[in-house]
Protein backbone atom coordinates (compact mmCIF):
# COMPACT_ATOMS: atom_id res chain seq x y z
CA UNK A 1 0.00 0.00 0.00
CA UNK A 2 1.52 3.92 -0.90
CA UNK A 3 0.19 6.88 0.26
CA UNK A 4 -0.37 7.16 4.21
CA UNK A 5 -0.27 3.56 4.74
CA UNK A 6 4.01 3.22 3.86
CA UNK A 7 6.50 2.13 6.37
CA UNK A 8 3.56 2.11 8.94
CA UNK A 9 4.66 0.01 11.90
CA UNK A 10 2.76 -3.72 11.87
CA UNK A 11 0.16 -3.14 14.03
CA UNK A 12 -3.17 -5.04 14.16
CA UNK A 13 -6.17 -3.89 12.03
CA UNK A 14 -7.68 -2.34 15.45
CA UNK A 15 -4.69 -0.57 15.88
CA UNK A 16 -4.46 0.97 12.10
CA UNK A 17 -8.47 2.05 12.57
CA UNK A 18 -7.45 4.20 15.55
CA UNK A 19 -4.32 5.91 14.75
CA UNK A 20 -6.19 6.50 10.94
CA UNK A 21 -9.49 8.12 12.94
CA UNK A 22 -6.98 9.88 15.24
CA UNK A 23 -5.14 11.45 11.97
CA UNK A 24 -8.47 12.26 10.62
CA UNK A 25 -10.05 14.30 13.42
CA UNK A 26 -6.65 16.20 13.52
CA UNK A 27 -7.10 17.01 10.11
CA UNK A 28 -10.61 18.47 10.85
CA UNK A 29 -10.63 22.07 12.31
CA UNK A 30 -13.50 23.76 13.28
CA UNK A 31 -13.54 27.55 12.94
CA UNK A 32 -16.38 29.87 14.36
CA UNK A 33 -18.33 32.82 11.66
CA UNK A 34 -15.18 35.38 13.27
CA UNK A 35 -12.81 32.73 11.07
CA UNK A 36 -15.04 32.83 7.94
CA UNK A 37 -15.85 36.08 7.74
CA UNK A 38 -12.02 36.94 7.82
CA UNK A 39 -11.72 34.12 4.79
CA UNK A 40 -13.44 37.18 2.67
CA UNK A 41 -13.05 40.28 4.49
CA UNK A 42 -9.32 41.65 4.86
CA UNK A 43 -8.99 42.53 8.76
CA UNK A 44 -7.10 42.17 11.90
CA UNK A 45 -6.09 38.95 12.18
CA UNK A 46 -7.55 37.49 8.65
CA UNK A 47 -3.87 36.72 7.39
CA UNK A 48 -4.34 33.95 10.43
CA UNK A 49 -7.38 32.72 9.21
CA UNK A 50 -6.08 32.57 5.02
CA UNK A 51 -3.22 30.29 6.41
CA UNK A 52 -6.48 27.89 8.11
CA UNK A 53 -8.52 29.04 4.10
CA UNK A 54 -5.46 27.96 2.32
CA UNK A 55 -4.47 24.30 4.21
CA UNK A 56 -8.17 23.91 3.91
CA UNK A 57 -8.59 24.43 0.06
CA UNK A 58 -5.36 22.68 -0.74
CA UNK A 59 -6.66 19.83 1.18
CA UNK A 60 -4.59 20.12 4.22
CA UNK A 61 -7.04 20.41 6.34
CA UNK A 62 -10.89 20.23 6.49
CA UNK A 63 -12.74 23.10 7.77
CA UNK A 64 -15.53 22.59 9.94
CA UNK A 65 -18.78 24.82 11.18
CA UNK A 66 -22.60 23.95 12.33
CA UNK A 67 -24.89 24.90 10.12
CA UNK A 68 -25.86 27.83 12.22
CA UNK A 69 -22.47 29.73 11.69
CA UNK A 70 -23.81 30.37 7.97
CA UNK A 71 -26.54 32.89 9.29
CA UNK A 72 -23.67 34.46 11.70
CA UNK A 73 -21.30 34.84 9.01
CA UNK A 74 -24.06 36.29 6.85
CA UNK A 75 -25.25 39.02 9.23
CA UNK A 76 -21.88 39.76 9.76
CA UNK A 77 -21.44 40.73 6.27
CA UNK A 78 -24.66 42.35 5.99
CA UNK A 79 -23.34 44.81 9.09
CA UNK A 80 -20.10 45.76 6.44
CA UNK A 81 -23.06 46.60 3.88
CA UNK A 82 -25.24 48.75 6.37
CA UNK A 83 -22.12 50.54 7.77
CA UNK A 84 -20.59 51.27 4.49
CA UNK A 85 -17.71 49.48 4.71
CA UNK A 86 -18.68 46.63 2.29
CA UNK A 87 -20.43 46.90 -1.40
CA UNK A 88 -23.71 44.55 -1.53
CA UNK A 89 -22.34 43.18 -4.72
CA UNK A 90 -18.68 42.15 -3.08
CA UNK A 91 -20.95 40.57 -0.12
CA UNK A 92 -22.64 38.30 -2.82
CA UNK A 93 -19.79 37.34 -4.36
CA UNK A 94 -18.30 36.34 -0.80
CA UNK A 95 -20.70 34.48 0.06
CA UNK A 96 -21.17 32.75 -3.31
CA UNK A 97 -17.03 31.58 -2.55
CA UNK A 98 -17.81 30.69 0.72
CA UNK A 99 -20.44 28.65 -0.25
CA UNK A 100 -18.49 26.93 -2.91
CA UNK A 101 -15.42 26.55 -0.53
CA UNK A 102 -16.63 23.03 0.87
CA UNK A 103 -16.61 23.71 4.40
CA UNK A 104 -18.15 20.95 5.89
CA UNK A 105 -21.66 22.12 8.03
CA UNK A 106 -22.69 19.81 10.86
CA UNK A 107 -26.50 20.27 11.89
CA UNK A 108 -27.36 21.20 15.21
CA UNK A 109 -29.21 18.30 16.91
CA UNK A 110 -30.93 18.39 20.30
CA UNK A 111 -27.53 16.56 21.66
CA UNK A 112 -25.28 19.40 20.95
CA UNK A 113 -27.71 21.54 21.56
CA UNK A 114 -27.93 20.35 24.87
CA UNK A 115 -24.04 20.33 25.39
CA UNK A 116 -23.83 23.78 24.30
CA UNK A 117 -26.23 24.76 26.64
CA UNK A 118 -24.71 23.34 29.44
CA UNK A 119 -21.44 24.97 28.35
CA UNK A 120 -23.15 27.95 28.05
CA UNK A 121 -24.66 28.11 32.10
CA UNK A 122 -21.52 26.78 33.17
CA UNK A 123 -18.91 29.23 31.84
CA UNK A 124 -20.62 32.18 30.48
CA UNK A 125 -20.56 31.76 27.11
CA UNK A 126 -23.32 32.08 24.69
CA UNK A 127 -25.12 29.12 23.04
CA UNK A 128 -24.26 30.33 19.81
CA UNK A 129 -20.51 30.34 21.25
CA UNK A 130 -21.34 26.58 23.21
CA UNK A 131 -22.59 25.20 20.06
CA UNK A 132 -19.19 25.83 17.74
CA UNK A 133 -17.20 24.22 21.56
CA UNK A 134 -19.64 21.31 21.36
CA UNK A 135 -18.96 20.22 18.02
CA UNK A 136 -14.79 20.80 18.57
CA UNK A 137 -15.35 18.54 21.20
CA UNK A 138 -17.74 15.98 19.71
CA UNK A 139 -15.32 16.13 16.64
CA UNK A 140 -12.40 15.67 18.53
CA UNK A 141 -10.94 18.62 16.77
CA UNK A 142 -9.47 22.08 17.66
CA UNK A 143 -12.00 24.76 17.59
CA UNK A 144 -10.44 28.38 15.79
CA UNK A 145 -11.59 31.95 16.89
CA UNK A 146 -10.84 35.53 16.73
CA UNK A 147 -12.58 35.99 19.74
CA UNK A 148 -10.34 35.97 22.78
CA UNK A 149 -13.57 36.15 25.07
CA UNK A 150 -14.31 32.89 23.79
CA UNK A 151 -11.01 31.31 24.15
CA UNK A 152 -10.70 32.44 27.70
CA UNK A 153 -14.01 31.36 28.53
CA UNK A 154 -14.23 28.49 27.01
CA UNK A 155 -11.10 27.41 29.01
CA UNK A 156 -9.87 24.51 27.00
CA UNK A 157 -6.74 23.50 25.15
CA UNK A 158 -8.57 22.95 22.08
CA UNK A 159 -10.56 26.43 21.77
CA UNK A 160 -7.39 28.33 20.02
CA UNK A 161 -7.00 31.96 19.11
CA UNK A 162 -6.63 31.53 15.16
CA UNK A 163 -3.25 33.47 15.69
CA UNK A 164 -2.38 30.42 17.22
CA UNK A 165 -3.08 28.09 13.83
CA UNK A 166 0.07 26.26 12.49
CA UNK A 167 1.77 26.89 16.26
Known sequence: MGGFWRGAPAWGATSLLRLYVR???????????????????????????????????????????PSIGVAEVLNALRKYVSRGLLKADYVA????????????L?????????????????????????????????????LYTADQKLVEKAGVGFVKHVKEYGM
Open 106 to 142: HQVDWGLAGEALELALGRGLSVYDGIYVALAKRLGAE
Open 93 to 104: EAVEILSSSGIE
Open 23 to 65: TVNRNRVVIDASVCVKWVVDEEYSEYAWRIRDEHLRGVVQAVM
